[in-house]
T-cell receptor, first 112, second 112 residues
Framework: ELKVEQNPLFLSMQEGKNYTIYCNYS?????LYWYRQDPGKSLESLFV?????AVKQEGRLMASLDTKARLSTLHITAAVHDLSATYFC????????????FGKGTHLIIQP | NAGVTQTPKFQVLKTGQSMTLQCAQD?????MYWYRQDPGMGLRLIYY???????DKGEVPNGYNVSRLNKREFSLRLESAAPSQTSVYFC???????????FGPGTRLTVL
C-alpha cells in the first residue's frame, strides 16, 4: 500500500524566512505533484515533477524530486503572507490503477 | 472555459437519504476522479474513470456508486447516506491517465 507522508503538518513562520516542506513516499514512483489549497477553496496545481533530479521553480517556491530516496521537497524562499495555505504532495497510485495518493497536507501560516 | 464544475456546493442530508453529486468538465479530458477530503486526512480517492464507459474503485469506494454519463460528466451517488460520509467531495479531471489533475470547487456534504 502506497503511503505518502508530509512533514511538518503545521508550520508557522515569519515573513522573510526560508523553510522546507518534506514529502516521503513508500513505493517507486517517477511522478510527484504539489498542490496548494486556500481555506474553503479547491486545490490548485503548483508543480509536476516527472523524473529523478527534477527541479521546478515558480516565484518563491521551488520543488525537487529524488526518486531514489523517495523524497520531494518544497522550498519557500523569503516567505510572504500570500503564501499562507495548505500544501499537499501527491503520488500516482500506480500498480495499474489510476488516481493520486495524497499526503495529509502542511498547513502553513506566514506571519508579518 | 469553466474547467471542472460541481453541483451542489452545499448539501445537508438525513441518515438514509440518497443523493447524487454532479461533476462536469469542459476541457475534453479523458480521465475523471472523485475524492473526499476529511480534516487531517488529506484527500482519498473514491472512484475514477479512465475513459467514457469505464469506472474503477479507488481507496474508499464503500457506500458510493458512480456513473460516467459521457465524456464530460461523472456523477457520484450516495444510496443511503451515513454520518461517516460527512465530508467535502472534490471532482477532478485529467487529459490522460497520468496527467495533472484539475479540481472542481467541491461539494460540502453534511449527513445528520
Amino acid at each position: 500500500e502506497l503511503k505518502v507522508e508530509q512533514n511538518p503538518l503545521f508550520l508557522s513562520m515569519q515573513e522573510g524566512k526560508n523553510y522546507t516542506i518534506y514529502c516521503n513516499y513508500s513505493t517507486t514512483s517517477d511522478r510527484l505533484y504539489w498542490y496548494r489549497q486556500d481555506p474553503g477553496k479547491s486545490l490548485e496545481s503548483l508543480f509536476v515533477l516527472l523524473s529523478n533530479g527534477a527541479v521546478k521553480q515558480e516565484g518563491r517556491l521551488m520543488a525537487s524530486l529524488d526518486t531514489k530516496a523517495r523524497l520531494s521537497t518544497l522550498h519557500i524562499t523569503a516567505a510572504v503572507h500570500d503564501l499562507s495555505a495548505t500544501y499537499f504532495c501527491a503520488v500516482d497510485v500506480g500498480g495499474g490503477a489510476d488516481g493520486l495518493t495524497f499526503g495529509k497536507g502542511t498547513h502553513l501560516i506566514i506571519q508579518p | 472555459n469553466a474547467g471542472v464544475t460541481q453541483t451542489p456546493k452545499f448539501q445537508v442530508l438525513k441518515t438514509g437519504q440518497s443523493m447524487t453529486l454532479q461533476c462536469a468538465q469542459d476541457m475534453n479530458h479523458n480521465s475523471m476522479y472523485w475524492y473526499r477530503q476529511d480534516p487531517g486526512m488529506g484527500l482519498r480517492l473514491i472512484y475514477y474513470s479512465a475513459s467514457e464507459g469505464t469506472t474503477d474503485k479507488g481507496e474508499v469506494p464503500n457506500g458510493y456508486n458512480v456513473s460516467r454519463l459521457n465524456k464530460r460528466e461523472f456523477s457520484l451517488r450516495l444510496e443511503s447516506a451515513a454520518p461517516s460520509q460527512t465530508s467535502v467531495y472534490f471532482c477532478a479531471s485529467s487529459a490522460t491517465r497520468s496527467g495533472t489533475q484539475y479540481f472542481g470547487p467541491g461539494t460540502r456534504l453534511t449527513v445528520l
